[in-house]
Every structure is written in C-alpha cells, then in structure tokens.
C-alpha cells in the first residue's frame, strides 16, 4: 500500500509555545489529507480537510486559529498546533488518499504539553 | 447527525473462540473500511468494502458489507492473543471523509 508519513512521532512542549507536525505523502501525490485528533481509548475525530492549494475545512467545534493547516504541495500537510496548552495533549493521526480513493494514515504524533 | 457505532465496545473473549464485532452506520456510505489499532500506534487497513454484499476474508478475520442494512460485520474465528487490539469501522459518506466507528477494544485471553 501506500506510505504516509507523519514527524515526529511524539513531541513534548511548554504552554503557550506552538508545534508543527508534518504529514507526507511519499510515493503518490495526495491533493487531500486530513487531520485526525485521537484521545485515550476513544476513537478519531477529524479535526479538518487539508487541501492543496486551499484553506482547510474544519470540522464543527475545532477551532482554526488554534490548529493551524498548511497543505503547500502534493505531497505535504502540515498541522500547527499554536499556544499549546496540556488539554491539547492528545495523539495526532494524518491520512492522506490516493486516487483511487483510499487513504491512508500516519503513524501518529503523541503531543504531550506540560 | 451522522453515528457510526460498533457493538460491542470491549470484548474479552478465550483463545480458539469464534465472535463477531458489529459495525451499524446511519447515512449512505459508498464504502466502509476496517482498521485495527494497536496501543500506541496508528492504524493498520484491514479490509476495504465497495458493495452491497461484499465478504472478505485474511487469515482469522472475515468482514462482509450490507449496505440495505447499513450494517458491516467483522467475524474472528479461533481467535488468537495476537489478533487483541482495538478494531475500529469506518465509513465514506460521500464527502471524501471518514468517519469512524466508536472502536471495539479486544482482548484475547490465552
């Protein structure tokens, strides 16, 4: 299947700072990503659409000064997680689609803010 | 509102049982996925459904698609330790997203 890789895979910051978390697309070009928020034994969320060349969609709820996306080329999105604070600790999930139609998901960024 | 619940939510169940996790959605979906979970990690594609009646089988695990229904199964037969993780359905409603199922938490006693 396809790769899709997210960096870092966990990242501990301080309140108040900001964090970016990358999500690419290795072998196929993806004009559509989207950003998944999983908490502790709960399912995912999605958070918003990433759009190549667009803004993002965000879901109800998620606010988009808070988490801030990027998706400058096929292959990249990028979610910026702005003015952290600990209830933003959570496991970050990206997917992108190929296609034909399938997505598939990163291997997930655990955020930690103390 | 769009649900997409997965019954049962946790599931102990012995080596060499047979069980099926149940998958009910409540829109349209042209497709439905099921993924499996382990601690920690992302998720890992299981099977991909397109059509009203679809079965797939690999290995121990067999999930099958009604779409009159809205209702996919995920069947484990002669589970193994191996297979415990949390499995988790997910469908497409037209919109190019997902949305996923509460996830079933499984745990195979040996």
């Known amino acids: 299947g396809a790769v899709v890789s997210q960096h870092p895979s966990r990242v501990i910051c301080k309140s108040g700072t900001s964090v970016k978390i990358e999500c690419r697309s290795l072998?196929?070009?993806?004009?559509?990503m989207f950003w998944y928020r999983q908490f502790p034994k709960q399912s995912l969320m999605l958070m918003a659409t990433s759009n190549e060349g667009s803004k993002a969609t965000y879901e109800q709820g998620v606010e988009k000064d808070k988490f801030l996306i990027n998706h400058a080329s096929l292959t990249l999105s990028t979610l910026t997680v702005t003015s952290a604070h600990p209830e933003d600790s959570s496991f970050y999930i990206c997917?992108?689609?190929?296609?034909?139609?399938?997505?598939?998901f990163g291997q997930g960024t655990r955020l930690t803010v103390v | 509102e769009l649900k997409v619940e997965q019954n049962p939510l946790f599931l102990s169940m012995q080596e060499g049982k047979n069980y099926t996790i149940y998958c009910n959605y409540s829109?349209?979906?042209?497709?439905l996925y099921w993924y499996r979970q382990d601690p920690g990690k992302s998720l890992e594609s299981l099977f991909v459904?397109?059509?009203?009646?679809a079965v797939k089988q690999e290995g121990r695990l067999m999930a099958s698609l009604d779409t009159k229904a809205r209702l996919s199964t995920l069947h484990i037969t002669a589970a193994v330790h191996d297979l415990s993780a949390t499995y988790f359905c997910?469908?497409?409603?037209?919109?190019?997203?997902?949305?996923f199922g509460t996830g079933t938490r499984l745990k195979v006693l040996a």
């Open positions: 997917s992108a689609r190929t296609v034909e139609g399938e997505a598939f």
């Open positions: 459904l397109l059509s009203n009646g």
């Open positions: 997910a469908v497409e409603p037209g919109t190019y997203k997902y949305i």
């Open positions: 829109t349209t979906s042209d497709r």
């Open positions: 072998d196929f070009q993806a004009t559509t």
